[in-house]
């Protein structure tokens, strides 16, 4: 029997959360060289489309989002260091997955839901095929939002250095997090300048929790992490 915390865990709001999400389409396309790429139709959003691009890879992000607070316990909004999280592959089990366009909208909420209890959610994660570690997400000393996918055995291995290009919020149906703080937004981030191995945009989809509070009124520390899960659709060129 499992404890009844991780009980709880399981039947936590996000899970009760996703039913008037969209269903994405998914297939695999063939190019003209003989290879297939991956091809599934993003959840509906209003952020500029990947007009000329290909879609290589779906990644589930697990971590914290990092904010300051230079005086604790003031009105102050909080400030931001960006986020850090570790990077699963998504893709190669949706792709051949019937059940797909039911789970698309669900697995953020799941993974933050179980993030809690790192065996559970390892669990999880092995049981449906999500536990292929496939790079960080991070921001680099100068605060680039950086996606390196250091595990793919291309030379050079993907890498976005992004910058945000356009934002919308989360929808409502969006798992609003441990705390209830809500989702982060929604984005769209192109190329910075740098980027390598045949990806160059990345979208954050399907984000759950990871909002700052408004002010750093309950804030004790001028450091602090919210966690938070989102997925990652990296595209490039064609």
Not at 85 to 90: I, N
Not at 210 to 215: I, K
Request: aromatic residues 8%; glycine residues 10%.
């Amino acid at each position: 029997m499992f404890p009844k915390a991780i009980i709880s865990a399981l039947v936590a709001i996000c899970l009760l959360t996703t039913q008037t999400a969209s269903s994405p389409l998914h297939h695999l396309e063939p190019r003209n060289d003989g290879s297939q790429v991956l091809v599934m139709q993003q959840p509906d959003n209003s952020l500029p489309g990947p007009t000329g691009l290909v879609l290589k890879y779906i990644l589930l992000g697990i971590g914290t989002q990092n904010y300051t607070c230079a005086a604790p316990g003031s009105t102050a909004a909080p400030g931001t260091t960006g986020a850090t999280a570790t990077l699963y592959d998504l893709g190669t089990k949706l792709i051949s997955d019937p059940l797909a366009k039911w789970k698309i909208n669900t697995l953020s909420g799941l993974a933050l839901s179980m993030s809690s209890y790192p065996q559970v959610l390892s669990a999880f994660l092995s049981a449906s095929g999500y536990n292929i570690v496939v790079g960080k997400h991070f921001f680099s000393s100068g605060g680039v939002p950086t996606f390196a996918l250091q595990n793919i055995q291309t030379k050079p291995f993907p890498q976005v250095n992004g910058k945000k290009n356009a934002t919308m919020t989360a929808p409502a149906y969006s798992c609003p997090g441990k705390s209830n703080e809500g989702a982060v937004p929604w984005l769209q981030l192109i190329d910075a300048g740098g980027s390598q191995g045949g990806v160059n945009t990345v979208y954050r989809l399907e984000t759950a929790g990871g909002s700052a509070p408004a002010t750093c009124a309950d804030v004790k520390t001028t450091t602090f992490e919210v966690a938070y899960a989102a997925q990652y659709w990296i595209y490039g060129a064609a």
